[in-house]
């Protein structure tokens, strides 16, 4: 389990969610009153003019403080719970709280003349005031408000807990708690794939199970009613947009065992509808099918026992149903039951359609078998550990069955043989697989007591579905607790997650991201001065990184960022004085900071140049030699003699030396960076004599006007 001290992106996503109070800061309370905290008291307003004002909500001491909490123009009449708790957002009970729910950590504020008032309570005032104090902390056996979002809250007491009229919350934060930055993440290793928290939707009740229609797009809940909002029933069918979360369609209703409409829980989705909607179960023996846009849902009530288990059947409009130790295909219109096979202590089903096969076991462990459905008759059999099965769900690519059991997710091949033990300190609720990236998505939800270590925290584990190695780092997921049902449905390509949070009443939307990995490196260079060199570099990431150069003039011992270097090409031209320079690339996302290998400039003149004096020769007669200039080179003595004038010329290039003899005139090459050919006489300069200063003089202009990469 990840446990982070660091105040994430997700931790403030339950901030974000308390637009719905109005906060003001400024002096409040009696004249004179003592001052608690570090800073100025904060005031927030409910939906029915009540004012809550705290002392302090900012930099509070981790180890402890104590804080002034007052309230004006709350309902008199109710009882009302004062303390620090997780913040679990609009019209969700706050909690669970700093303290539990008694000592000086929190306050009950009763009306006068209630029963508990006295030693356990205190009555409100005239007007619906009260005046207490707090002892708070960071952090508890309950809670952690580094980790999770935290507020002072008040809510209506244990007498009446689905009743939100009485809800204020006032934020609070901890000394070493500052706002996120976006830095989080820097300098993990190169190309780490993680899911960060991007959303979380609260319209879809209190979420069981979750489908992404593959045709649709839609993203379908089923969903039960929340104890905490009394005046409402949020069960039913809902489809979602995936992008926002908002609520395309309810569907609350289907017909129970006489016909009757009413409204109906719906725990498990079983498969999708062809174009859009859903087949899905509901309790006891209810099999329906609804899209958006339908009023109420069609649907059957089975004969026999209460349906444990459905999965997608063998064809369209029939679907396979657990019934106890009947496993039977029925028709989704008319629940005709087609066939049955009978599998002692069987109750958990996973089906997989795409290898014709169904995977059937106990709820507390036992004989977990194979079934092709094809037949319908057991192919394998394996044995599993006492314990809690939680799922079990087949790999459409592999065919292979992971289950969960206890703290455990067991993956066994089609023989039934064990493959692979996945253990972890929660328990393993549900599971999806992703057949574009061979994946599969893992939700744990943390489950039993403090005193068992429990700690309100649970995770997202992703693994590859052939390998069965970690595939991405867990995702913490503050606040989801184990219960009876739990869904994970993943975009494909798995670049989004979604997961049930149903202890919260959300829907959690994850976004995958990658720190950078670099591609492509710059590569060492060679270069003339006034050369244009171009470093290139390339890096994947999600989201997709950003760059930066930076240069090393002292062999890479410190760095520093190259202005306006923020492109995956930096070109310059080069300079004598950057010999020996080191040059990088950083590429930087919200996972994570990754730099490339270092590259090396050399800035230096060709090896042919060189610098030399002009030589000099003479020409006529039989034909003369030349002597060797001083840095030239030696003379060379001309074969053709001849008589006439003598001839003069000069030339310079890049190559020295002296070149005499030859016809009636002579030539003399001096050393260089450039330079022009004259000649006078009667007849041409010879071939050699003239490929040697052609060569002399466009080398380095070739040179000057190319680029270097």
Known sequence: MIRSHSRGPAALLGAAALACASLTTGATGAPGATTYGSDTPTTAQGRDGQELTVSASADLDPDGEQLRVTGKEFDASKGIYVALCKDNGDDRVPGPCVGGSSGS???????????????LALAYGPGGTFDVQLDVRARDSNVDCFQVSCSVVTRVDHRATGDRSQDVRIPVTFQGQAPENGGDGVDVPAGTVSYVRAAEFTGAGRPQDLLLHPDSGKLYVGSVDIPDTADVNERGLYALDPADGSVLAHIAQAPGATGALAARNVPALIAPSAGDGVVFHYPLRGIGTAKAGDSAAQGVWLAGATVTGAGPGTEAGTVLVAQGADLSEVETATGAVRRTLTLDGGSVLGVDPVNKAAWSASSTGG?????DTGSFTVTATAQLPDGYVTFIEADPATGNAWVGVGDTVLV???????????EGQDRPTALAFDTASHQAFVL?????TADEGADNVGSLEVYDSAGLQRAAEPTALPGNRAGAYAGVAVAPGGATVYVTDQAESKVVKLDRRMSPKVVRSPADLTVAPGDEVGFVAAAEGTPRPTVRWQVSTDAGTTWADVEGATEPTYTFTAAAGQSGHRYRAEFTNAAGTTRTTQATLTVTEPDD??????????GGGDGGTGDPSDTGGAADTGSNGGTGDAGSGSATGTAGGSVTGGATGGVSATGGTGGSLAATGVDALTAAALAAALLATGWAAYRRGRRVT
Request: proline share 7%; glycine share 18%.
């Open 367 to 371: 004989a977990l078998r194979r079934v």
């Open 444 to 448: 744990r939800e943390d489950h039993g």
């Open 412 to 422: 066994y091949d089609t023989d039934g043989k064990l493959l692979a033990t996945l």
């Open 105 to 119: 950590a929190s306050k009950w504020i009763v009306p006068e003349g209630d029963p508990n008032e006295g030693e």
């Open 609 to 618: 140049e060189g610098d030399g004096d002009p030589g000099s020769g003479t």
